[in-house]
């Protein structure tokens, strides 16, 4: 993108940071974002009824001034501007309506790779959660092409996300809730480094911008939107992690969740998104990439961590009909294994509360 163009498009991602599709609507009406700053300010004031603090702030002379030096920034220390409508711009992050003007990208990912997939959840991930994580990501390391993994680099889920993408060879994209002069959360310094030598650090917030409880929602729709599809792997009742589900639902992207037990707080907010069908289940490595039709043999060797060195050979037939035909009932279990239901029932017990398998109604399934 030519310096003269990147600093229009900067002044407009300035002006309506909060209003994308005002900004957007002024782009396509004046035929580019320097025709905006031709526009005579009448012409201007037409198109935005209302809203004449915009057209102030288009005209102070300030404003250019500042997309100046923030461009000069960004190219002297490598940052690639990406302005909506301009090459190299996402286009699944373009198709949203309220997709920012200009984004900072750290890196050298392409965001525009053939297949990403967003992975969003709590900052209090448990075991479980983390495992499931990372089981899945690993997965689609057998993946070709492999996939982009997008997160917002946050505590918990989010880290887990990027780091299993590293360690398996999966390109992995970080969207922050503040300025590209800064990385958040500190924890994740060293984290972020590396994702900028093998990824890449995204964000629509003008150098200075501190991270905020509405910078974090802001940023949301650019994780969800920049990808096929959004993985819930653990939340809480409430989090971010479902909004940024349900901002991947009004774009009309695939949604998925990973259950977990009635028993665990952590997980209630993906079971209740798959108690009202708002997000499909994952019950296994396969999930996903059969549903985005990323038709690819997976590694299934990572499957016999299921299996324990004292389980019997009734409890690994068990296990192994979980694997091939949940959810299954106890009654569906036992009369695959020709055993009585009651002792089906105690077996999948012991399977939950081992926190090998998970209920849904009466039917189970094996946690990954």
């Not at 003269?4 to 002044?11: E, I």
């Not at 505590?155 to 390109?171: F, R, S």
Request: proline share 4%.
């Amino acid at each position: 993108m030519e310096s003269d163009l990147s600093v229009y498009y900067c002044a407009l991602s300035r002006v309506f940071a909060y209003k994308c599709a005002a900004g957007r609507r002024l782009v396509e009406v004046f035929g580019g974002a320097s025709g905006v700053f031709r526009a005579r300010r009448d012409e201007l004031s037409a198109v935005m009824r209302g809203g004449e603090d915009f057209v102030a702030q288009l005209f102070d002379p300030a404003l250019l001034e500042w997309a100046g030096r923030e461009v000069a920034w960004a190219q002297s220390h490598g940052v690639r501007l990406l302005a909506l409508g301009c090459p190299g711009y996402p286009r699944r992050l373009a198709e949203c309506d309220d997709a920012p003007l200009m984004l900072y990208c750290c890196g050298a990912a392409d965001l525009d790779a053939e297949r990403v997939l967003a992975v969003v959840g709590t900052r209090k991930a448990t075991w479980q959660g983390r495992e499931a994580c990372r089981r899945l990501i690993a997965a689609l390391g057998g993946l070709d092409p492999k996939p982009l993994i997008v997160s917002g680099l946050a505590l918990g889920i989010d880290g887990c996300a990027h780091a299993a993408a590293l360690e398996n060879g999966l390109p992995t994209a970080g969207v922050l809730p503040c300025g590209p002069d800064e990385i958040y959360p500190r924890q994740h310094r060293e984290l972020a480094l590396r994702m900028m030598e093998h990824g890449a650090l995204v964000t629509d917030f003008a150098r200075g911008t501190a991270p905020a409880a509405f910078t974090f929602l802001r940023r949301n729709r650019i994780i969800a939107g920049l990808a096929d599809a959004t993985l819930l792997a653990e939340s809480f009742r409430k989090g971010g992690g479902l909004i940024t589900v349900s901002l991947a639902s009004s774009y009309n992207r695939e949604t998925f969740a990973v259950p977990g037990r009635i028993s665990d707080a952590s997980f209630e907010g993906c079971n209740r998104l798959l108690a009202r069908q708002e997000a499909s289940a994952v019950v296994d490595e396969e999930t996903i990439p059969d549903a985005l039709g990323w038709a690819s043999v997976l590694r299934r060797t990572q499957r016999r961590s299921l299996f324990r060195p004292d389980d019997t050979p009734l409890r690994r037939e068990a296990i192994r009909l979980l694997q091939e035909r949940a959810p299954l009932s106890a009654d569906e279990l036992a009369a695959l294994l020709q055993i009585e239901g009651r002792d089906a029932a105690v077996l999948l017990l012991e399977l939950e509360m081992e926190g090998r398998a998970v209920a849904d109604g009466n039917k189970f399934f094996l946690t990954l």
